[in-house]
């Protein structure tokens, strides 16, 4: 298994393909909260096509150890380490909920190192204080005596899938509910703390952005709707807004076919 030291302690990754032209940058694949690197199994065989993809599990989640206490600015300071240790010059970072505010995050404080943005399902504020509030008692519930499947079905799986997804495909709710339940609970504790309840708001800082920006959501999004990708969308100049139809937050695990028809042609473009 290969791992990289960073500040945030050893992270997981997983590589596949390779660059086709010295100095073409890394595709770099950034995961939601409560899921890990294999949420990106629909895309990494295209994308391998077009150049050398990274894929990360977050700090607590996948095979990453759960490491201190951080914020997502912090995150983006150790993916920063990341790309030194693994020799990334430049990546372009494709990113769906938590992994979409890292990859704004790396777009604002690390510009040199970012060839483009790919931000899926994602915000640039933060959470109203009620979110913040129910997130935190959720948060502390599994961290002290596990999630229920019952609660993760009625509050959770809502949050994450459209209405159609978890009427005709409840074995991927499953599947996400064991997934999650397998991680460490004080690294994802952590995680949740930094992604809901300690996230800033950056949309002031969404200008400084300046690299090729694709913003894709799902329509049916009910965790971050289509105004906080749209709203991204108008921070980033010249960036390209795409809302899918019919799909949930999770839209790149819903329908990988619809994602991949924008993500990579996208994609290949910056790398022409």
Not at 164 to 172: G, K, S, T
Not at 208 to 236: F, R, W
Not at 243 to 262: C, F, Q, R
Request: glycine residues 12%; contains cysteine.
């Amino acid at each position: 298994m290969a791992y990289v030291r960073t500040r945030l302690g050893r992270l997981f990754y997983d590589e596949r393909g390779a660059a086709r032209r010295k100095g073409d940058p890394a595709i770099v694949l950034l995961h939601g909260l409560l899921f890990d690197g294999g949420m990106w199994r629909g895309q990494v065989e295209a994308l391998a096509k077009l150049g050398r993809v990274v894929i990360f599990d977050g700090p607590g989640h996948g095979k990453s150890e759960p490491g201190p206490r951080f914020t997502i600015e912090d995150h983006a300071d150790a993916l920063y380490d990341a790309f030194g240790e693994l020799g990334i010059a430049k990546g372009i970072c494709v990113g769906l909920s938590w992994g979409g505010m890292l990859a704004l995050r790396m777009g604002i404080q690390h510009p040199k190192e970012v060839a483009g943005l790919v931000v899926m399902d994602a915000s640039a504020h933060a959470e109203s204080l009620a979110k913040k509030l129910k997130y935190r008692s959720l948060i502390a519930l599994h961290k002290r005596t596990g999630f229920p499947y019952a609660l993760y079905e009625r509050a959770i799986a809502p949050l994450l899938f459209s209405e159609r997804v978890r009427r005709e495909r409840p074995e991927l709710v499953r599947a996400s509910y064991s997934r999650a339940m397998g991680f460490d609970r004080r690294g994802l504790a952590q995680a949740g703390i930094a992604v809901v309840v300690h996230r800033k708001d950056i949309t002031g800082q969404l200008g400084k952005i300046d690299v090729p920006t694709l913003v894709m959501c799902g329509a049916e999004d009910a965790s971050q709707p289509p105004s906080e990708s749209e709203a991204i969308a108008q921070g980033i100049k010249g960036s390209e807004l795409v809302i899918l139809p019919g799909l949930g937050h999770m839209s790149a695990l819903e329908d990988p076919d619809t994602v991949n028809g924008h993500l990579i042609p996208f994609v290949g473009n910056l790398l022409d």
